[in-house]
C-alpha cells in the first residue's frame, strides 16, 4: 500500500482535489456559450457576458484532458512504487530502496497536487472575475460571499500549486523512511 510511504490524508487530499478539478472544468465548459469562447449562458438576463478570462471548452477542453491523462499516470506511480520488486539486498540495501520509494510518492503526489490546482485556481479566479464585473448587480460585486469564498479557494489553490511545484522541484532523491507505516513526515 502507498499509505507505508506517505500518510493516507495526502494521498486522498490528491484524488480530492483532482476531482474538484475536474468537476470545476467540466462546469466551466458547460456554462460556455455555442461558440465555446463565452460564459454567455452564465449570466441571466441583461447581464449576459461575451467574453471571459476562462473561455470555455476551446481551452477548458485540453486543460481537462491534461487533467485527467496526468492523474491516471500519478494514480499508476503511487500503486507502482509498492508493487515494485524489491532489488537484491547486496546491491543496494532494503533502508536505501525504503528511502527512494518514500521519494518517489512524495514526488508523485507534488506533481498531482500541482497539476490539479493549476486549473482549479483558474477556474475559481474566472469565475469570481465574471460573477464580480459581468453578472452582479450589486456594487461593489466583490463584497459578496459567493464572491469572497471564490476568491479565497483560487488564491489559496494558486499558492498550493506553487508549493507543491516547488516541492516537486527540490525534493531530495532520497528521503528517510519511516519505523511506523504511513508515519512519514511531508518534508
Known amino acids: ?57 476551446e481551452y477548458g477542453a485540453p486543460a481537462l484532458v491534461t487533467l485527467l491523462f496526468g492523474a491516471v499516470l500519478v494514480e499508476a506511480i503511487l500503486h507502482r512504487v ?19 520509494r518514500v521519494s518517489s510518492a512524495r514526488r508523485a503526489l507534488s506533481a498531482g497536487f500541482t497539476l490539479a ?27 459578496t460571499p459567493l464572491a469572497i469564498a471564490l476568491v479565497v479557494i483560487g488564491l489559496a489553490a494558486g499558492l498550493g500549486a506553487l508549493v507543491a511545484a516547488a516541492r516537486f522541484l527540490t525534493m531530495p532523491d532520497w528521503a528517510p523512511p519511516s519505523s511506523t507505516p504511513g508515519g512519514e513526515a511531508w518534508t
Open 82 to 100: 509498492p508493487a515494485r520488486p524489491r532489488p537484491d539486498s547486496k546491491a543496494l540495501p532494503v533502508l536505501v530502496d525504503e528511502g527512494y
Open 1 to 57: 500500500s502507498v499509505e507505508i510511504y506517505v500518510p493516507a490524508p495526502l494521498v486522498w487530499g490528491w484524488r480530492a482535489t483532482a476531482a474538484a478539478a475536474v468537476g470545476a472544468l467540466a462546469v466551466a465548459g458547460a456554462v460556455a456559450g455555442a461558440d465555446g469562447r463565452s460564459f454567455t449562458m452564465a449570466c441571466g438576463g441583461g447581464f449576459g457576458s461575451t467574453g471571459s478570462p476562462w473561455p470555455g471548452w
Open 117 to 143: 490546482l493549476v486549473p482549479l485556481a483558474g477556474v475559481t479566479l474566472a469565475a469570481d472575475n465574471i460573477l464580480v464585473y459581468a453578472c452582479s448587480e450589486v456594487r461593489p460585486g466583490w463584497l
